[in-house]
């Protein structure tokens, strides 16, 4: 990896979008199934297949297709009912990680900026039960606010983050969430301030890896991280991305903020550049489609889940190293590893019909939000990610009334309004909004955050007088 972290980071034209539902055809920009990437399938229990792996070409790490992603642990508010107790249940994860690992998972993702910054003490108290070659752990320098840019801040961060995993190394070290801001925010956390050589120098002293980001936002961005390794001033070992059947092809409409996950993909897979999966079911939006949808998916796959439908395409691509879901509850997990022991690749006709299956979810009008919270705490204390999880649910589920002449339209109305008020209390609904807009710039979808409140708002409050 060469040390040289020249400042002048040149800007790279754009590339055409090609994409694999358009009939365009370049090297690499095809989803391809998985080939010489997986390893060979061990045997479970019962004669059946087990987890199916991925060989990390940069280390020879053999890692499951599923990874487990560390910032929706249950709380301890899950099982007492308590909305508000959001203490994280270490017992529920300890449990949740040994089923995991029992299963063939072996990567773990968290973030010191995950849990409200208690997912790497909990997962490092679960792994800390396990035999230290049996896992690969990846965190990242989650340095988003101006105090942390120092390199005295940045150093501690890192330090901080292999005290709370209880180890001496990490397996797979991310800068994170790059590309919003553009070169001049990645400049500010990372290259004035000498960081980026200094986790080159510890990677060089085994205490990283494998270095690599993770990327939210626009495609000229992103050119300017790969125009790096061009150039020879680093080498990625590896890139999280989110990618899923939406944002393969759709990430980019409305947004300029964006980039479609099939150009992502190619760019890395040219480049053979491992990739790591986050967000395939765009923060469990996939996992409950409207029901129109999730019918046609019944039809194909009775015995399938909606969400295995997400996880079976992110999972296809060659060159795919994992794919992090974050398994609050235990039937998630059973679930996702029903899906991945082996991974059944999603064919051609099947790529066609998510795609179809896309853009009849594009028309419903729902609020892109992955409930990662980077928008909390919002300072007026609304709950932005449980007001769109409320709006978006009731969508799908037939609960949002358009038309008062519909005859299921008193229903549906008392299942939104009593519905909101159960799952956000009053003083955290979206009317107390007065689009101050601190919560917009931290929104890695680009989500232009009061405009959905007020818009939400403005629904209920067409409900509540029964002017629809």
């Known amino acids: 990896m060469s040390k040289n972290t020249d400042n002048n980071i040149s800007r790279r034209r754009f590339l055409r979008d090609l994409g694999i539902f358009s009939g365009a055809a370049v090297a690499g920009s095809a989803l391809t199934m998985c080939k010489s990437v997986a390893a060979p399938e061990k045997e479970g229990k ?47 994860i300890n449990a949740s990680v040994d089923a995991a690992l029992e299963g063939g998972v072996n990567y773990f993702d968290t973030s010191p900026a995950y849990c409200k910054g208690n997912s790497e003490a909990a997962i490092g108290e679960a792994l800390s039960r396990h035999p230290r070659e049996s896992y690969y752990i990846a965190t990242k320098l989650s340095n988003f606010a101006p105090q942390t840019w120092t390199t005295e801040a940045s150093k501690e961060m890192f330090e901080n983050s292999l005290k709370n995993l209880r180890t001496d190394y990490v397996d797979y070290y991310l800068l994170h969430a790059i590309g919003m801001g553009g070169v001049d925010a990645f400049n500010q956390r990372y290259v004035d301030n000498g960081i980026l050589p200094w986790l080159v120098e510890q990677k060089e002293k085994g205490r990283i890896r494998n270095l690599g980001f993770s990327f939210h936002g626009p495609r000229k961005s992103f050119d300017e991280f790969m125009a790096m390794m061009d150039r020879g001033e680093i080498h990625w070992d590896f890139v999280q991305i989110q990618l899923n059947y939406m944002d393969w092809l759709h990430a980019e409409e409305g947004s300029d903020s964006n980039t479609n996950a099939d150009y992502l993909y190619s760019e890395l897979h040219k480049r053979g550049i491992p990739v790591v999966i986050m967000e395939p079911l765009l923060g469990g939006r996939l996992a409950s489609v409207a029901a129109p949808v999730a019918a046609k998916m019944k039809e194909r796959r009775p015995d399938d889940s909606t969400a295995s439908w997400a996880f079976r395409f992110a999972g296809s691509p060659e060159g795919v190293l994992t794919v992090l879901s ?28 998510l795609e179809r299956c896309a853009l009849e979810i594009l028309q419903n009008n729902l609020v892109p939000c992955t409930n990662c919270k980077y928008c909390m705490p919002c300072p007026y204390g609304i709950d932005i990610p449980g007001t769109f999880k409320h709006y978006n649910t009731c969508i799908n589920e037939g609960n949002a009334p358009r038309d008062g002449e519909d005859p299921d339209y008193r229903r549906a109305r008392r299942a939104f309004l009593y519905g909101y008020d159960r799952s956000v209390p009053r003083l955290r609904q979206a009317t107390r909004c007065i689009s101050c807009g601190t919560c917009t710039s931290h929104c890695p979808q680009s989500i232009d955050i009061p405009t959905e409140l007020h818009r939400i708002d403005a629904y209920i409050e067409s409900l509540k007088q029964n002017l629809i």
């Open 326 to 353: 974050g398994m609050t509850y235990m039937e998630h997990l059973r679930d996702n590893l029903t899906t991945y022991s082996p991974l059944d690749p999603v064919s051609d006709d099947e790529k066609a019909f």
């Open 46 to 92: 019962d004669g059946e297949k087990g987890m199916t792996m991925r060989v990390n070409p940069n280390s020879n790490d053999t890692v499951s297709i599923l990874g487990y992603g560390c910032m929706r642990f249950p709380t301890m508010g899950l099982s007492s009912g308590k909305a508000d107790d959001d203490r994280l249940d270490q017992e529920a």
